[in-house]
């Protein structure tokens, strides 16, 4: 009987937490919401400088895009390998979805940097303002996903897959997919008309 309640215990307290997470969701997407309004007000604010047809690589950006929907396939593998108990299976995709979550973080810095020595940093105009808050803010969000992934590789590698421990992968790869969501939102609305 007391195994009973416990394991209905750890199920509210799990179910508690996803909840807490899909607020924590909401809340990050309102954060995003403004700051997509404040890239569409500020687009054509340019003080004079360069627009993004002048600075955006599409080439550059679709590479950056197939990278990071590709690390969301990998942690959709890894969460199959979850349901179906292979330790190394989740160790496996975690890896190779760091491993593409890193190259597009690298990516980025690479764009931003080449951007910066063209004399197009944020200070330059308010777009440039803009554009570096947004983008920088997801992959700032991506970065946190970086370290999340390290930690949740440590935890499954340590104690196994464990209710908690899939919890948490649950979590983790819901935070995952929603930055893909985001990025097809900046990929959509920023670089694409920028170009255009």
Do not use: C
Not at 48 to 54: L, N
Not at 173 to 187: A, N, P, Q, S, T
């Amino acid at each position: 009987m007391t195994g009973a309640v416990t394991a209905e215990h750890e199920h509210d307290t799990h179910e508690e937490k996803t909840l807490g997470f899909w607020l924590y969701l909401m809340s990050d997407a309102i954060i995003f919401a403004l700051l997509f309004m404040t890239y569409v007000v500020m687009v054509n604010n340019t003080a004079g400088g360069p627009a993004g047809r002048e600075l955006f690589d599409v080439g550059h950006v679709f590479a950056e895009t197939m990278v990071l929907l590709a690390s969301s396939i990998t942690f959709g593998f890894a969460s199959v390998a979850l349901v179906s108990k292979s330790k190394a299976g989740v160790l496996a995709w975690l890896i190779i979805t760091f491993l593409l979550g890193f190259s597009f973080v690298a990516m980025e810095i690479i764009e931003f940097l080449g951007m910066i020595a063209q004399d197009a940093g944020p200070g330059r105009s308010g777009f440039l303002s803009a554009f570096f808050t947004l983008v920088g803010t997801h992959g700032l969000h991506v970065s946190l996903g970086l370290v999340w992934i390290v930690v949740m590789l440590a935890q499954v590698a340590v104690k196994g897959l464990t209710a908690p421990v899939g919890s948490r992968l649950m979590r983790l790869g819901l935070f995952w997919h929603f930055l893909d969501i985001i990025w097809i939102g900046i990929f959509s609305v920023v670089y694409l008309p920028g170009v255009l």
